[in-house]
């Protein structure tokens, strides 16, 4: 971050002397300009309910960033010159093995969580994941929407999928079907609901759940397949 900062200062200098001194800027640098200027203004003015709050203040930043690449320079110091090649590569190195670590372990995770996939379930049958604790650190929760995965391949209906519910997506559930998918009760605060009250979960896929958790589930479900931190649990009544 701190190399993209010092870059678009110089490019900023660099464009700033050659449209007073010399006016050579070319017309795809000013479409760039304007693009880039229009973007972070609708970036600061739009409102972050935008989408009903779907991440895009923060996901715009990182598509103003890809315009204004072609624009950014960097210092022409005797330090960059002798240099800069092998401190660019230092740096792109030490990220692809940074994102190279991050992406085995969150593969892994996915892994684990289709561990399962073996397990007999019936067509049609109704699932949900349950996890009851967002990300430690990352941004993104990889496992977000891998319950689908099972939907897919195992030709199930996840319910809790309340993104499937919104008017982005052109599907429409049966008004007869579940009414678990409400957004103070889907994943990260599954552990709200009363699960006597929703006998259409048939399936939890569980993910990092304690022992109170495990006591209430119980009253419910069972497990049917457990590998280290993924467990899934099948409704008493089946």
């Known amino acids: 971050m701190l190399l993209i900062v010092v870059a678009a200062y110089h490019s900023i ?32 003015f739009v409102p972050f309910t935008v989408g009903n709050g779907r991440y895009f203040n923060e996901r715009f930043p990182w598509v103003i960033l890809l315009i204004i690449l072609p624009l950014l320079r960097i210092p022409e110091t005797p330090f960059i010159r002798r240099f800069g090649s092998v401190l ?16 085995n372990q969150q593969s892994s995770k996915v ?12 067509t049609g049958a109704r699932i949900m994941m349950y996890k009851p604790r967002p990300p430690e650190w990352a941004t993104v929760d990889i496992l977000l929407h891998a319950t689908s995965y ?17 008017d982005l997506f052109p599907i429409r559930f049966n008004k007869t079907g579940s009414t678990a998918r409400q ?9 709200n609901i009363n699960w006597e009250n929703y006998p259409e979960i048939q399936y939890l896929l569980a993910w990092e759940i304690d022992n109170k958790e495990r006591e209430v589930l119980n009253k ?10 993924f467990n899934i649990w099948q409704r008493n009544a089946l």
């Open 111 to 122: 892994q684990k969580f289709l561990s399962g996939l073996d397990i007999d379930m019936p």
């Open 150 to 166: 099972y939907g897919i391949l195992k030709g199930c209906v996840d319910i809790g999928n309340y993104e499937a519910d919104t």
């Open 88 to 103: 660019i590569g230092g740096i792109v190195g030490i990220f692809f093995i940074f994102n190279a670590i991050i992406l």
């Open 220 to 229: 419910h479900f069972h497990i049917i397949w457990e590998q280290d931190e």
């Open 13 to 44: 200098k660099d464009l700033v002397k050659r449209r007073f001194q010399t006016q050579n800027i070319t017309a795809a640098e000013k479409t760039l300009i304007y693009l880039s200027v229009l973007l972070i203004l609708i970036y600061f």
């Open 183 to 191: 957004k103070y009760q889907t994943i990260y605060k599954a552990k």
